[in-house]
């Protein structure tokens, strides 16, 4: 491999340059490249400075994540920072693109730093569980202060140039090539007679009240940790001298390092960059889209025909009535509304979409043209033929047609048409616009470049894009059904619904079963069940849901369900009505007690066991597709990876030690998945299946 770090000549100025695609990761032969570089620079005869530099689209997106959790090689990089800061040349860092964690760490080691006007900066290892390893936490504070240092070490944000510069991060903006810019600033350093400005000798800065900050930024991590412990490392570049603060941070950092909370963010780093690369999807062209139309303007319309709006396409909205039309208008309008006052679009942007992008209409006919329909209709499987045997008549050849059905059988959509080729399900998530998930339904006739096209869709709408499998609720919606059922259960052999939402917000879900139920409405699930009955899959006899729900109690949207919100929100309280009813059903049923951690396993094995026969199914291609399917559709805790992540760090042999001990009791729901089975017999994990 070639030395990734170049090495010139620019007059009294060494200019060094990092090339190690795609992002200049601080691998070992960086950070061999940097200190035999620097000595060369300080053996070259003349020289009085250097410049580092980033070759291609960034300066250093920081450490190289894939050398985390293996035995750590030299030189480290505090050891090449101090090196860098100790020169007794000027040391100048030229930074475009973005300067991540130790990125910016080895931007800190020199001495003055400029930046394009496009440069980011940033200190994101509280996204992989981690702090900064090498000196962020103690030299930033030195020229940003504390506020800034804390913000930025706890929230891992990027910051644009312009806010790092008036931080005092940044010495100097100027557009340009960076090399060149770099050059030129140094050169004027030294025609002014500039010092060396080592940030390590800088003074401390001054303190804030550690304790409360600690505090607050812990509660605001819901769980996780590395956030709070980022303030302490802050703290102790106030209250320590600078190489015992280096000593502290590194010891918090390497602390973090072992964490379970670490495997599971890095799982979840590299997942989400992996999830949507499928190795048959390689070289395959996807279709063309401009040209989108969107059947059915409800909450769920809306929502996609403004994601594909915000993402520059143009929008055929068709409504059965001129009324239900303008309806739709208005529920866009209001989501663009929302964008614009977050600042998301300008109000140029805003008025041409409303203007032009999006066409509303109520004849099938304007839709001849699309590149692309997907159809957000009642869930209903006659109505969804109806559309599509409408859709197969007047859409143009090769146009695709996609449902945006959460559960229905696609293949069966698909066959209502004559050309199932062109048939795809597009599941997205509500708020459409805003959740990232997109699960994208794979029917057994699907063209292949259509299934390209579906993820090509989901990129340009940045989306995390899942291929599912067709079954009933595909990935996300049928492993949610069984745990929530395990959670049925539960209340049914002795647990409150109020300990197992306790539970599992412990566990870092935003919201218990019990309050997302309150939050989705209660009347959802009541009238599925009414439906079941009707078609006798399901035993009459009232349950304690049923009554909730006959007496009004709908949750958040009735103002009572599982929780009392009288209060607000977020003041709710349990409903007294509901234990009393909860407790008639209970009748005859054997009851036991449940810890927090036993409502943890319970629930957990439900998700996990099921999430195994997903997998072993070929529903979801491999572990890390439902992991991300969790983590982006359905509030599972990013700290913890994802269901089979998580299961792979609490050990496979105990999981299935729980499963078959609930068998016992419920052999038909608990009948462990033979996936499961086989990797333990096999003494392998989930993340085997992986790579
Ligand atoms: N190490 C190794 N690989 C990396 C990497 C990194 N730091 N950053 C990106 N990649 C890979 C990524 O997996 C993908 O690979 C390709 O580069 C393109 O990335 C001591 C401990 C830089 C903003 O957390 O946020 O420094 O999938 O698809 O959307 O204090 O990548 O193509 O095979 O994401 O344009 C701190 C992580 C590390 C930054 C670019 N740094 N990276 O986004 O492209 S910890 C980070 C990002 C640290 C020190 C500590 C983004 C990006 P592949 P991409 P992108």
Known sequence: MSDPIAYERDGDVAVLTINNPPVNALSQAVRQGLMARMDQAEGDAGVKAVVIVGEGRAFIAGADITEFGKPPMEPSLPDVIDRIEASPLIVVAAMHGVSLGGGLEVALGCHYRIAVPSARIGLPEVHLGLIPGAGGTQRLPRVAGVQAAIDMATTGRHVKADEAHKMGAIDVIEDGDPKAIGIAYAQQLLDDGAARRPVSEMPSPEGIDWDATYDAVLARGRGQIAPAKAVRAVQASVEKPFADGLLAERDIFIELMNTDQRKGMIHAFFSERAVSNLPELKGVTPREIANVGVIGGGTMGAGIATAALLSGLRVTMLEMTAEAGEAARGRIGGNLAGALKRGKISQAQHDAIMDKALQVST????????????????????????????????????????????????????????????????????????????????????????????????????????????????????ILSTYRQAADQMVMQGASPYDIDAALEAFGFAMGPFAVADLAGLDIGWAVRKRKRAEGTMPDGATYADKMCEAGNFGQKTGKGYYDYAAGAKARVPNADVMPLIEEDRAGTPQRSFTADDILRYYMAAMVNESAKVVGEGIARRPLDVDMTLLFGYGFPRYNGGPLKWADIVGLDDLLGDIKSYAETNPDFWAPAPLLEQLVAEGKTFDSLNQ
């Open 363 to 478: 004849d099938y006919a304007a839709l001849s043209d699309v590149d692309l329909v997907i159809e957000a209709v009642f869930e209903d499987m006659a109505v969804k033929k109806q559309v599509f045997t409408k859709l197969d008549e007047v859409c143009k050849p090769g146009a695709i047609l996609a449902s945006n059905t959460s559960y229905l059988d696609v293949n069966e959509i698909a066959a209502c048409t004559k050309r199932p080729e062109d048939v795809i399900g597009l599941h997205f998530f509500s708020p459409a616009h805003v959740m990232k998930l997109l699960e994208v339904v794979v029917p057994d006739k699907t063209a292949i470049d259509v299934v390209a096209t579906g993820f090509a869709l989901g990129k340009r709408l940045n989306k995390i894009s899942v291929r599912a499998g067709v079954c009933d609720g595909f990935i996300g919606n049928r």
